[in-house]
């Protein structure tokens, strides 16, 4: 039966061969084992044969057996027998290597002796070696000492040698600081000095040492010394600014700055012999520098060319101002009161070297007021800015400036109180305006902010003195008399030439600025020329003059304010309107001068249909007057429109545009009575005495070609 069962177990692991992949089960080949011999033997155990069989099976050759289904005992015999025979040849092999084997052991027992020698010898060493780092710790230890000793010795050797250096006084210092020349020596042995004073005074250990009580009444007779040298020095050289004809930046940069220690010595170990010289300093520098300032104010104001007077305002007739008034004057500046012209190139030449006063006069050059403005404050700027450096560098103390120049300031200040309450050149005033903005520029560039004050100060009292000029002009249009300002002449008034050239000038100074204010001011400027151009204006007997008068005045107007500002501001739109106002109403004067009956007609009847019934149709004959009177004198009108336009208006492109304007109107007309005689019964019969409108063309052509 297990025979069978073994068989039906192999078949079923030959059919499933593929499938598990050669994996045998080892417990269903023996599981149904049985061991006949050994089945009763109370002396063998089966237990943990199955944990064998487990471990065993993936063993080849177990599996193996297993597999050919052969018994355990036969196989368990011929392994034993394989053993056996195996056993019986290594025991050949032995017999053979018998004397290999003994010369073996002889050496094994000969090395075994030496090494046991080395083990006796590597005891002993290990014991000196022990011995030896006990000592090397003891004088590691004495080494770490050593050197803790060294470094503390040496930084006290170090303290003690700096502290030696810094409190004795070698005899060369005091040679140098008795009897030396003040040079750069002298300075490198000051700032020695300096040192051992700032050491004696800083350190508390240096306070309690013996060794200062020698030294200390010899620091102190040094620096007395030093202090005192030091003090004729500088004064000495303080001295050399007050001479005449002294370059004083030269002298600050080249000679003073060289010795600026010796005032930070001062500073800071002689602070009354320091507030001395810093005292003798403002002093000397105040007065050389007011002086000079004095002096260059009075060589400009011979160089000053008076521009206008009290007197000299738009509104104000020219009779008034006699020549006697201006005997000191020439006629040719009196035009430089209203219009800019070439005073506007100031503003170019903002950062141009001041003048040279006596250059100036040797040629007899004479200059507005702003270009000696300029002059005088560029060089108030060139001054304060070379100044301000050398306060800072030299004494370390930008307050130092003010102090300076509050002299300097305070003649300036006098000068241009004296100038500007009587100063009536608004347009010079403005000017000044723009100069001080460019300053404060300049300076904001330079980054010296010492003149921010004064040039504040300065444009405070410009703006007021130019409102106040402003208000006279303005003023003198209000209250003008216009009986005295009228002249039988519709060519452009004085006045308001007067007013074209002042306001295009301030436009042209305000054009970089955008001030609102000055903007407004013009406007009321601009109300009250308009109000006073109409009162002349009516002072004509004819309606006509009074246009053209009005044309012409508007033309040069705008003509002078295009100069100043090309793209065209309000005040120029509002003149630009009234002119194109002016010119038709001036246009339909000329024509109704001619062609009065023409325009009549064309006005109250052209615009009616013949055919319509009405109380009165238009006629041939009431057209037939027209045509022919038209027709017999429309050239000869034309040529006295012509003749008229030229003499009536100064602007030869302004006239022609008129009469084109005028002739063009002409045209729309006479084509309007053309169009109304074609819709007249039997209108026909005029033709032969109508104007071509090719002819009419032909005229205004002729007229035009003068453009």
């Given amino acids: 039966m297990a025979h069978v069962a073994t068989n039906k177990e192999g078949h079923s692991y030959d059919e499933n061969n593929d499938a598990q992949k050669m994996v045998f089960d080892l417990g269903a080949f023996v599981g149904d084992l ?29 599996a193996n057996i297993l597999s050919k289904g052969t018994k355990l005992r036969e196989y368990t015999k011929g392994v034993e ?68 000793k060294l470094k503390n010795r040496k930084m ?17 210092m005091v040679d140098i600081i008795v009897d030396g020349e003040v040079n750069d020596e002298y300075m490198r042995t000051l700032e020695i000095l300096s040192k051992k004073l700032k050491f004696v005074e800083v350190d508390l250990m240096v306070k309690t040492s013996k060794a200062l009580k020698d030294v200390q009444p010899e620091l102190e007779k040094l620096r007395q010394k030093a202090v005192s040298k030091v ?19 030269i002298l600050q940069q080249n000679v003073l700055l060289k010795y600026k220690y010796v005032v930070s010595f001062l500073k800071e170990h002689g602070k009354e012999v320091y507030i001395e010289v810093r005292g003798a300093y403002i002093d000397t520098m105040n007065k050389v520098l007011s002086a000079h300032f004095r002096a260059y104010i009075q060589a400009l104001e011979k160089l000053q060319l008076d521009i206008a007077t009290s007197s000299d305002l738009i509104g104000v007739e020219t009779r008034n101002t006699s020549l006697f008034s201006r005997g000191r004057e020439p006629l040719k500046n009196r035009s430089a009161v209203f219009a800019l012209g070439e ?23 004479k200059y507005p007021y702003e270009v000696l403005f300029r002059s005088l404050h560029k060089l108030l700027m060139d001054t304060a800015t070379s100044e301000y450096h050398f306060c800072d560098d030299f004494f370390g103390e930008e307050s130092i400036f003010y102090d300076i120049f509050a002299g300097p300031f305070s003649v300036i ?19 000044m305006i723009r100069i001080i903005h460019q300053h404060q520029l300049i300076m904001s560039r330079r980054r010296i902010p010492c003149l921010d004050s004064y040039l504040d100060k300065v444009n405070i009292a410009l703006w007021p003195r130019f409102k106040m000029v402003f208000d006279l002009h303005l003023n003198s249009l209000r209250t003008a008399n216009v009986k005295t300002l009228w002249e039988d002449d519709v060519h452009p008034h004085y006045v308001m030439r007067r007013y074209a050239e002042f306001t295009a000038s301030l436009i042209h100074l305000n054009v970089e600025y955008g001030d609102g204010q000055l903007e407004l001011n013009l406007e009321r400027l601009r109300m009250a020329i308009d109000d006073l151009l109409i009162k002349l204006a009516k002072s004509f007997p004819r309606p006509k003059l009074q246009t053209v008068f009005l044309i012409n005045n508007y033309d040069m107007t705008i003509a002078v304010l295009k100069e100043a500002d090309p793209e065209g501001g309000k005040i120029q739109m509002h003149f630009e309107e009234l002119l194109k106002s002016n010119t ?27 055919s319509a019934s009405s109380e009165k149709p238009i006629s041939v004959a009431e057209v037939e007057p027209l045509v022919k009177d038209f027709g017999s004198r429309w050239k000869a009108a034309i040529e006295l429109m012509h003749k008229d336009v030229i003499t009536s208006f100064s602007n030869f492109l302004c006239g022609m545009e008129i009469l084109r304007a005028a002739l063009t109107q002409l045209l729309l007309y006479y084509t309007r009575l053309s169009d109304s005689i074609k819709r007249i019964v039997g209108g026909s019969a005029l033709n032969k005495d109508l104007v071509s409108i090719s002819s009419i063309m032909y005229e205004i052509r002729k007229y035009s070609r003068t453009f």
């Fill in 156 to 172: 006290t050797e170090s303290k003690l040698a700096k502290f030696v250096e810094d409190i004795i006084v070698p005899p060369k």
């Fill in 34 to 62: 049985t061991v006949e011999d050994d089945a009763s033997s109370d002396d063998i155990s089966l237990e943990g044969l199955q944990q064998e069989l487990e471990e065993c099976k993936n063993d080849d050759v177990v």
């Fill in 81 to 148: 027998n394989n053993i056996r025979q195996v056993e019986l040849d290594s025991i050949q092999d032995y017999i053979k290597e018998s004397d290999n084997l003994v010369s073996l052991h002889d050496q094994i027992r000969d090395c075994d002796s030496i090494l046991s020698q080395m083990e006796t010898l590597l005891s002993g060493f290990q014991a000196e070696i022990g011995s030896i780092s006990s000592d090397i710790k003891i004088l590691q230890e004495k080494s770490m000492d050593m050197g803790l």
């Fill in 584 to 610: 038709a109403l001036f246009v339909e004067e000329l024509l109704l001068e001619h062609f009065s009956d023409l325009i009549k007609f064309v006005k109250t009847r052209a615009s009616e249909d013949p």
């Fill in 343 to 365: 005073r506007r190139k100031i503003l170019k030449e903002i950062e141009e070297p001041a003048l040279i006063p006596h250059i100036a006069e040797a040629s007899s050059m």
């Fill in 413 to 431: 200040d006098e000068h241009f109180n004296s100038i500007l309450p009587n100063c009536y050149d608004a347009i010079g005033v403005m000017l």
């Fill in 231 to 249: 003090f004729d020095f500088v004064v000495q050289k303080l001295y050399a600014l007050r001479k005449p004809k002294t370059n004083i930046q």
